[in-house]
T-cell receptor
Framework: DAKTTQPNSMESNEEEPVHLPCNHSTISGTDYIHWYRQLPSQGPEYVIHGLTSNVNNRMASLAIAEDRKSSTLILHRATLRDAAVYYCILRDYMNAGGTSYGKLTFGQGTILTVHP | ETGVTQSPTHLIKTRGQQVTLRCSSQSGHNTVSWYQQALGQGPQFIFQYYREEENGRGNFPPRFSGLQFPNYSSELNVNALELDDSALYLC?????????????FGQGTRLTVV
């Protein structure tokens, strides 16, 4: 499984932008970069994903390096509700019995603390 | 709110017993995956079901098994429970299989084995 490296923790102030880095130097050409977050006592929540180009959605932006060996999740204005563990995941493309599937391989993630 | 519902929310079982956990996937989603999350760790992939068949499996022993029904709901069965099986069990549904698809997780079932 291709692996990712994230800082153990980061801190931010409310209303400020947050840039969460992720290194994935062994990424393969078919790996998608996914971000999920998990609030305390909840299941993981999908944030965003991309393959090669930068992506934007209502929750965040994903900036992908040209060589795809790193990416950055950008929260434009952090709120207290954004305090969570953020997981950067390379979703494996695998094939079993003629059907593709993509398991999510979670690491330890980055604990984001947001200060009022 | 993801539309993925898991039951029960909490469960206590004795070592050696069997347990069945249930998942109702989001409407229109034909793919269900199960994950195990030990305390302080990230979720670990158990297996995935697509159109009622297992089409991918992680590093879990055969006593972890599952089913997917025609309405795409799913069950996770664990036989001969061990203390290390104590964890949060998460179900995730997707519109389709593959690496470029987002997964929507339920709130999980907290299983305690004593």
């Amino acid at each position: 499984d291709a692996k990712t490296t994230q800082p153990n923790s980061m801190e931010s102030n409310e209303e400020e932008p947050v840039h969460l880095p992720c290194n994935h130097s062994t990424i393969s050409g078919t790996d998608y970069i996914h971000w999920y977050r998990q609030l305390p006592s909840q299941g993981p929540e999908y944030v965003i994903h991309g393959l090669t180009s930068n992506v934007n959605n209502r929750m965040a932006s994903l900036a992908i390096a040209e060589d795809r060996k790193s990416s950055t999740l950008i929260l434009h204005r952090a709120t207290l509700r954004d305090a969570a563990v953020y997981y950067c995941i390379l979703r494996d493309y695998m094939n079993a019995g003629g059907t593709s599937y993509g398991k999510l391989t979670f690491g330890q993630g980055t604990i984001l603390t947001v200060h009022p | 709110e993801t539309g993925v519902t898991q039951s029960p929310t909490h469960l206590i079982k004795t070592r050696g017993q069997q347990v069945t956990l249930r998942c109702s996937s989001q409407s229109g989603h034909n793919t269900v995956s199960w994950y195990q999350q030990a305390l302080g760790q990230g979720p670990q992939f158990i297996f995935q079901y697509y159109r009622e068949e297992e089409n991918g499996r992680g590093n879990f022993p055969p006593r972890f098994s599952g089913l997917q029904f025609p309405n795409y709901s799913s069950e996770l069965n664990v036989n001969a429970l061990e203390l290390d099986d104590s964890a949060l069990y998460l179900c995730a549904s997707s519109f389709r299989t593959g690496a470029g698809t987002e997964a929507f997780f339920g709130q999980g079932t907290r299983l305690t084995v004593v």
